[in-house]
């Protein structure tokens, strides 16, 4: 399929613009900065039996490794944003107002975005990395050998870029990123406000990969999260349902 036909099949959005922000319950940011904290104690664990198991010759396999989590924190980022935009609802036990809410007030006024704070933008993504680091303390130690030293890199750096992935977000939004970010942007290793500019159009169904995007054009041509909502359709469960 085209990136035009996919365009023109892509379905409708099926959930009304969300309404003006509001306070926040005192148990969100709590939540959040625990996940933090935690997150920051569980990966800087991981990242020292890292460096205790490699040698300086293992730089290759690191550098592929933290590749293979960069690819991983894209997919999965777009992944997310789409089920958060698409198929679940403010209403969604828990992940209804720690992220569903501020992905859609943020279509409503994508400005906002350059207003939350550190805890408030990276917070809910650090509490979903927790189980995603505990995988990794449960694997085999990372100098048993070179793949398990792979698969720990790569998750550790998956993870840590998917809770910067709200911060990488937001320098796409402000209206002048800091000389360093807008030369990455430009030569397409941050996600740029132009390539991120296609999913703030029409009904925001597509674009959803907002680590750096590089998954978006093929996932876009593909029709990719098109077919996941109509698989989700024939059983049952049409987008907006949950």
Do not use: K
């Amino acid at each position: 399929m085209t990136a035009g036909a996919a365009e023109r099949t892509a379905p409708p959005a099926v959930h009304a613009p969300a309404p003006a922000p509001r306070r926040r319950p005192l148990w969100i940011p709590l939540l959040e900065g625990g996940g933090l904290v935690a997150f920051a104690l569980l990966a800087g664990g991981a990242v020292a039996r890292i460096v205790r198991a490699l040698e300086v010759g293992d730089l290759p396999l690191v550098a592929s490794a933290l590749f293979a989590g960069l690819l991983a924190a894209d997919f999965v980022s777009g992944v997310g944003h789409w089920l958060f935009d698409r198929c679940l609802s403010e209403t969604t036990p828990l992940l209804g107002p720690l992220a569903v809410r501020a992905f859609r007030e943020h279509h409503a006024d994508p400005q906002a975005l350059l207003s939350h704070g550190f805890v408030e933008l990276n917070g809910e993504t650090a509490l979903a990395m927790l189980p995603l680091l505990g995988v990794a303390a449960a694997l085999p130690d990372p100098g048993s050998g070179r793949a398990a030293a792979f698969v720990h890199v790569a998750l550790v750096s998956m993870a840590a870029l998917l809770v910067a992935t709200n911060s990488l977000h937001r320098l796409a939004h402000a209206r002048r990123a800091p000389r360093l970010a807008a030369r990455l942007q430009r030569v397409g290793l941050l996600l740029s406000p132009v390539h991120h500019a296609r999913h703030h159009a029409a009904a925001h169904d597509r674009a959803y990969c907002i680590t750096v995007g590089w998954w978006n054009p093929l996932l876009d041509r593909v029709g990719f999260f098109a077919a996941l909502e109509r698989a989700l359709a024939r059983l049952g469960l049409p987008p907006g349902a949950a």
